[in-house]
């Protein structure tokens, strides 16, 4: 018996460690790597590894540095599963932020027609009828696929899987400080599951024979 659960949780850790590494990293800091692009057209680009990946910067409306693009592509056999808010610092309760499929952004940044999906996000920020929320340690992915929040844009179901998306970071008042962690996660293939089932059935066999020898 010992030996048929000690196989079960090796088989599990193997596919739980596959599917979520639980890493974290900063990709870019603007403290230490400099500005991000701003300009739609050549956004900074990151490709995701199956992990938390940080993304730290500062936009202020009020001195002309009011947008940041960024392009990620998410590599086949991964999904990013959340984006979440992990800080927000700033006299001004929202920002903005949206995106659209692609490796660039094609068409107004101020037409909801133009998004895949967006939202405002800070320590008060109103989407909606909802009420002003504090959205810090909040994924931000559910709201911008919220067809009633996010209306007129073209919409999405989360996770997004692999491709490019092409994303903008906005604030057109004070100057305002986040950091946004892009979580991605690999999703296991059908082989994958297949090895599992095979790795589980010697557990899961029933040992009879075994028990009847032992028993005479």
Excluded: C
């Excluded at 068409?107 to 929320?133: E, K, M, Q």
């Excluded at 991605?184 to 009879?208: C, H, K, Q």
Aim: hydrophobic share 40%.
């Amino acid at each position: 018996m010992w030996v048929r659960l000690f196989s079960i949780g090796i088989a599990f850790t193997v596919v739980t460690f596959s599917t979520s590494i639980g890493r974290a990293a900063v990709i870019w800091n603007e403290a230490v790597n400099g500005a991000l692009s701003a300009n739609q057209a050549a956004p900074t680009a990151f490709t995701l590894s199956p992990e938390t990946n940080s993304i730290i910067g500062t936009v202020n409306g009020s001195i002309g540095k009011s947008q940041d693009w960024v392009e990620i592509t998410i590599p086949a056999g991964d999904d990013l599963s959340t984006l979440v808010l992990a800080s927000y610092t700033s006299t001004d309760n929202q920002g903005f932020t949206g995106f659209q499929a692609g490796s660039t952004f094609v068409g107004s940044a101020f037409s909801a027609g133009s998004y895949t999906g967006y939202t405002h996000f800070g320590t008060d920020a109103t989407n909606g009828a909802l009420p002003a929320t504090n959205l810090v340690g909040d994924d931000l992915l559910s709201l911008m696929a919220n067809p009633t929040l996010a209306a007129g844009s073209t919409g999405f179901t989360p996770p997004l899987g692999p491709g490019s998306y092409t994303f903008l970071i906005q604030q057109l008042g004070a100057s305002t400080n986040f950091q946004f962690d892009f979580n991605v996660t690999s999703v296991p293939e059908p082989a994958a599951l297949g090895l599992l089932a095979l790795t589980l059935m010697p557990a899961l066999r029933p040992r009879r024979r075994a028990e009847i020898r032992l028993n005479r």
